[in-house]
């Protein structure tokens, strides 16, 4: 092994010390280690940074914008509702969600799927105060375990078809590795229901712990006539189990329903109140069957773009003593008020009829100009820019739904690369106003697009080192007398350690000529190896590196580097088993 080889994998290992230790962000440990090969002379500036102009980061990228899309519209929340309505533990609700979704992911791109999945999912585990980390993790194995069902399931599946073709061999049909591949994804999800809840702590996403604790305010929502939760129960809504708020009582026609009983039915008309945390106040707007008890001051604003505002009265404004009524709030500002918190104080009144106080903060909705417009008047001493959904903002589910479908079909037709497609798709969602320029921007978290646009540059550093090509010899080596099984297993398990440390696609490109010369060696046909590639270079567990989903997860679920391996270990040594097994019975050597 020579000196590049060696070097380089002396920064692999220190990175995963890194990443072990949990001391630095995972994009920042990944970016030094490709900066530090770099300057080692490794790898060229072109090698380091070729992530940055590649098009997967810009894919999740657009694709992060679309899921954010399908958030908004709300497309997702009933089917994850339905299904987490449907099972009281975790086992059962994880049951119910992995086998769709890997599904799923056998015929739509593993990205997209756990992209348009992770905004339901975190929400809804909030609403029923469970942690996110318990199904986020699970979300992306079981995208990956899907998509080895068919040959469009993943790219690498059609990387290695097109390896196929180019080696003189014929290409992967759609339901080719189906036989395979199926079983595996049943075994593969059975695997994760069962090791999940009893493997892996629950963790807790970084900053979430921060807004645990936080001012309480006020708001009242209304039910809507024929909503989603006009005629359930309070629990059938999921209002009973909302993570930082709390239905204090129901007005129904005059008469207080105080405490609220978990099997009280909703009737539209009923004024709802609230008492929660600023962040889950917000979100109340956009849950599906409630509206704003201020829907009349919010109908009245100006313009149809808006956003959320936390304000705190000033002592220089004539707003102390008075209500909102009497200031004439929404004319003066052109903006609502939608709750209040005044500190060791619950707000029992209608908002409208509450004097207010020096000091006193209040949840706005407004335009995009209303902070620089009085930030510098003494009216509000604060004037601070919140992330949520107005109530106000076309949904659209229609049309996201549209767009959804049409980025399926265009891309999983092969009409359409993924990289056109997706850019189209979020530049639709955008400039139909379903999504608000800043919303867009919000969306596209640059931890997660640094975290992969690095990764590839270790990915060449392992390649053109030769650090790749002497681990899989080795494996292969070490295994090969043990006969034609031997030496598919080393190719397997090669691949698999290769899928770590490089993208999937390239282990991939790299074990296709070693597996078709070590078949050719052993006289072997050389498909079954090539099934043990695909396998090996797909379901990627064991680091959050392996694959895109499980980068995508790793920060959202707040886990630590070594919880990927907690399960992905026993999920590889069941798939790698039965993959053996099942190999040389559907495609003899």
């Known amino acids: 092994m020579g000196l590049a080889a060696w070097i380089t994998l002396l920064v692999l290992v220190a990175l995963v010390a890194v990443l ?26 072109e090698q380091a940074f070729a992530g940055f102009s590649n098009e997967a980061p810009i894919v999740i990228a657009a694709l992060l914008v679309v899921a954010r899309a399908v958030d908004v519209s709300g497309i997702m929340q009933p089917i994850v509702s339905r299904i987490f309505r ?28 756990v992209a348009m999945t992770i905004p339901a999912v975190i929400d809804i585990s909030a609403r029923r105060q469970l942690p996110a980390s318990r199904f986020l993790m699970a979300v992306s194995y079981a995208a990956i375990l899907g998509g080895v069902i068919t040959a469009i399931g993943t790219s690498t599946n059609l990387t290695i078809s097109g390896l196929l073709v180019e080696a003189g061999m014929e290409p992967l049909g759609l339901f080719e590795p189906t036989p395979l591949g199926l079983p595996i994804a049943i075994a593969g999800v059975a695997a994760v229901v069962l090791l999940v809840p009893r493997l892996l702590p629950d963790r807790t996403a970084a900053g979430s712990a921060v807004t645990d604790v936080g001012r309480d305010f006020t708001v009242s929502m209304r039910v809507a006539e024929g909503g989603n939760v006009d005629g359930l129960s309070v629990t059938e809504a999921g209002l009973r189990s909302l993570k930082g708020v709390f239905l204090v009582e129901i007005e129904r026609d005059g008469r207080l329903i105080a405490p609220v009983a978990p099997d009280e039915r909703l009737e539209a008309g009923d004024l709802l109140t609230f008492v929660g945390r600023v962040d889950d106040v917000v979100d109340l707007q956009r849950v599906q069957g409630l509206q704003s008890a201020e829907a009349r001051q919010i109908g009245g604003l100006a313009g149809s773009v808006h956003a959320f505002y936390e304000v705190v009265i000033g002592s220089g404004a004539d707003l102390v003593g008075q209500t909102l009524k009497q200031a004439d709030f929404r004319s003066r500002y052109d903006a609502a008020v939608i709750a209040i918190h005044r500190s060791g104080h619950r707000m029992d009144a209608k908002l409208g009829d509450v004097p207010l106080r020096l000091g006193d903060t209040l949840l706005v909705l407004a335009d995009p100009s209303f902070r620089q417009r009085w930030r510098d008047r003494p009216d509000f001493l604060v004037i601070a820019p919140l992330s949520g959904v107005s109530p106000r903002q076309p949904r659209r589910a229609w049309l996201v739904t549209a767009v959804g479908v049409g980025f399926v079909v265009a891309t999983g037709s092969g009409w359409v690369p993924i990289l056109h497609a997706s850019l189209a798709a979020a530049i639709v969602v955008v400039l139909t106003g379903t999504l608000t320029v800043r919303q867009a921007r919000d969306a596209v978290d640059l931890n997660i697009i640094v975290l992969i646009a690095s990764a590839f540059g270790l990915g060449a550093a392992v390649s053109s080192s030769g650090l790749a090509q002497v ?43 070693i597996g078709v010369a070590t078949a050719a060696a052993i006289g072997a046909d050389p498909r079954p190896f090539v099934m043990a590639i695909m396998l090996g270079a797909s379901l990627s567990f064991l680091t959050p590196l392996g694959y895109q989903t499980n980068l995508m997860v790793y920060g959202l679920g707040g886990y630590r580097f070594t919880d990927f391996s907690r399960i992905g270990i026993p999920l590889n040594v069941v798939t790698i088993t039965l993959g053996l097994v099942l190999i040389p019975i559907l495609f003899p050597l």
């Open 471 to 513: 681990l899989a010899n080795g494996l292969v080596a070490a295994m090969s007398p043990l006969g034609a099984m031997g030496a598919l297993a080393a190719v397997m398990i090669a691949t698999i350690v290769l899928t770590e440390l490089v993208s999937h696609n390239a282990a991939a490109a790299l074990m296709f000529p």
């Open 20 to 45: 072990v230790r949990e001391r630095v962000p995972p994009s920042v440990a990944v970016l030094t280690a490709t900066i530090a090969l770099l300057l080692a002379g490794i790898i060229g500036p």
């Open 86 to 113: 449907g099972a009281d533990t975790s086992t059962g609700l994880l049951v119910r969600l992995l086998y769709p979704l890997a599904g799923i992911s056998a015929f739509v791109n593993n990205t997209t799927v």
